[in-house]
């Protein structure tokens, strides 16, 4: 009887000491899970952006950006010229003017139509001035980089466009100021067009 009991009191106790192993597998597992959940938004997120600064130019950015200047600058010109000339217009109609007299020994009329045209002249060659400040606000935080671009831009420019004091009518200077350098395509067949007028400046001598 003793040993029967012995012998059930050790099967058990195996089974009791399970029990805390189990449970601690469990909850281990429960713990990996949790931390496995809780890692994912972290792995998953988005990198924060590190500044609020814009992104950087390239170079067939900035020339398109280049070219979408002058087109606002041709379109404020316009506004800008016939503006000016109907201001002076208004202006100059609203004066009280003898068309019996002359003006400095010209026709009144004459007069007024000069002055017209001078205004709108005027309007004209401010317009790019105002352009310039509407495009600058219309590209927004890229206007920095699109100033430090363009004086890189220019830099170059200067450095590689040829001398203009050699030139004849059989031999021009093409685009002195790069106006129609659009891409970098553009800016390639430039340099090539000024090395084909050093070379034909240099064989001409």
């Avoid at 609203?94 to 004459?110: A, S, W, Y």
Wanted: hydrophobic residues 45%; aromatic residues 8%.
């Amino acid at each position: 009887m003793l040993r029967m009991l012995a012998s059930r009191s050790i099967l058990r106790a195996p089974s009791v000491v399970a029990r805390p192993l189990s449970v601690s597998r469990i909850s281990s597992s429960l713990l990996v899970r949790r931390g496995i959940h809780a890692g994912r938004p972290l792995m998953n997120a988005a990198p924060k952006p590190q500044g609020t600064g814009a992104a950087p130019l390239t170079w067939n950015d900035f020339l398109a950006l280049r070219t979408k200047r002058r087109r606002v600058n041709v379109v404020v010109s316009v506004v800008s010229t016939a503006v000016a000339a109907g201001l002076g217009w208004g202006v100059l109609a609203n004066m009280v003017i003898d068309p019996t007299e002359m003006i400095m020994g010209f026709d009144p009329f004459m007069v007024i139509s000069l002055a017209v045209v001078l205004c709108g002249a005027g309007g004209y060659l401010i317009g790019p001035s105002i352009g310039n400040v509407v495009f600058l606000r219309m590209i927004g935080k890229q206007a920095p980089t699109f100033v430090r671009k363009e004086a890189d831009f220019l830099a170059h420019i200067r450095k590689n466009r040829p001398d203009p004091s050699q030139q004849s009518y059989a031999n021009p200077v093409t685009d002195y100021y790069g106006e129609k350098i659009g891409s970098l395509k553009d800016y390639r067949r430039w340099l090539r067009d000024g090395r084909a007028y050093r070379r034909k400046t240099q064989n001409f001598l």
